[in-house]
């Protein structure tokens, strides 16, 4: 199901950052429940004191040159180089686990930082090196799990990135694959053993 990032996880987003001079951030989260061995986290950012913007953020419990799983969501949040594991990171990575991977990357549909996702505006939201990170890491990942929700139709955005997205799954909700607009379920509330599927096409508009 899941292939390894090739070389490595560290290898490939240091190649990035340095082709789109962006600033890698890495860190340490402790030994906690949720992860009981520790984790290792390298974050590929905007060069701002206080970035903008996120393009990727890989976490490994395991070897890098493992299966890993690239997580498709919608816009990252603030607050996550502190070294505090996040609940979504967390679902996340029980799941990337369950799938007998031993580490994940996040990119997003959108790499405004803003725990508030009303607050994307158009124009500004994307990033401009966001289409590149996700090309990249989701060409790289054996495994693509889309998850951004209902927020990815915005602007079509989540039909733009469709051609990069090689096979992408997705979970279904209480019986149904996705939401009535045609976007995946965000992963917050699914069962842990909820089984992937793969995502549908996107219904064609109504003229």
Known sequence: MVNALAPTISALMRTLGKERDLTLRSGQFSKTRGLPHGANWLGLYSC???????????????????????????????????GK???????????SS???CTSLVVVN?????????????????????????????TGASGLTV?????????WQRSMSV?????????????GTVTTLNGEPFYPKGIRLDTELVPLPEPPVPVR
């Open 48 to 82: 701002e004191t206080e970035p903008v913007y996120r393009y990727a953020f890989a976490l490994w419990w395991g070897e890098q040159q493992g299966k890993t799983a690239a997580w498709v969501l919608l816009n990252p949040a603030t607050g996550d180089t502190d």
């Open 85 to 95: 594991s996040r609940p979504i990171l967390t679902a996340c990575r029980h799941r």
């Open 98 to 100: 369950s799938w007998g």
């Open 109 to 137: 549909l959108f790499a405004y930082r803003n725990r508030d996702p009303k607050q994307l505006a158009e124009g500004s939201a994307v990033g401009e090196h966001n289409n590149r990170a996700l090309e990249v890491i």
């Open 146 to 154: 889309a998850a951004w929700g209902a927020g990815g139709g915005k």
């Open 162 to 174: 469709r051609p990069w997205l090689d096979n992408p799954q997705c979970l279904p909700k209480n």
